[in-house]
């Protein structure tokens, strides 16, 4: 079956912008009275606001109300803007601009699809919001991932087959997400730390339409960049 469309999350994959939310969830924790390292930072990819939440306040086992933790993901989520409002093309990560121009100049749909509720603020920041058909993100779903929602809703909105989509992914829930919903994936990273991917690349630098088709068709995921 011929690609359609390919659906990208956008923290990690398309900007780094998961080092804001590491630094405005230690600086919370730091306030909170624990620490809070990179490798527990981890269990918070792809997961919704109120989720790293609940995992950030289990870890330094603080106890809060509801209101409370709606008091503290509003911080958080201002401390996280502030850097985020700083942010040009700049952050873009390597290869990515010209890879989403190769998939569209060969008829590839685009969509994005991210549990953060500010990513149209990013891609406003950073001059790709053209880039995309359609962008589903934390304000337009009811669930989080590994929840395929925001993924079934990209190729809903872009009218085409589950089947048929390739997402690209950094986190180990968007993986399952994107794999609930029918859908190969290739996870950006190292199978390390993610698994279950078809495929790993480390980056968009060195990947192009052309090998894309051929990894899908042929249904072999296992050339090497």
Not at 94 to 115: E, M, W
Request: hydrophobic share 40%; net charge negative; proline share 3%.
């Amino acid at each position: 079956m011929k690609i359609k469309a390919c659906l990208f999350d956008l923290d990690g994959v398309i900007v780094d912008t998961a080092k804001y939310h590491y630094i405005a969830w230690k600086e919370m924790a730091a306030g909170l009275g624990f620490d809070f390292t990179e490798k527990e930072n981890e269990l918070l990819k792809g997961v919704s606001r109120m989720h790293s939440l609940d995992i950030l306040l289990d870890i330094g086992k603080v106890t809060k109300t509801e209101e409370e933790k709606q008091v503290l993901a509003e911080k958080k989520n201002q401390l996280y803007l502030d850097y985020v409002k700083r942010m040009d093309e700049v952050e873009i990560l390597p290869g990515v601009t010209q890879f989403l121009d190769d998939l569209r100049s060969n008829g590839i749909l685009i969509a994005l699809g991210s549990a953060s509720k500010n990513a149209p603020l990013i891609l406003e920041r950073i001059h790709l919001e053209g880039k995309f058909d359609v962008i589903v993100d934390g304000n337009s779903i009811s669930s989080a991932k590994p929840d395929p929602e925001v993924f079934l809703k990209g190729a809903e909105l872009l009218m085409v087959n589950p089947a048929e989509c390739l997402v690209f992914e950094d986190a180990q829930a968007g993986i399952e997400a994107a794999l609930n919903g029918g859908m190969k994936v290739i996870g950006v990273g190292s199978s390390v730390n993610l698994s279950h991917a078809d495929h790993y690349i480390p980056g968009f630098d060195k990947l192009d339409y052309e090998l894309l088709s051929k990894w899908y068709q042929k249904e072999d995921m296992s050339y090497e960049l």
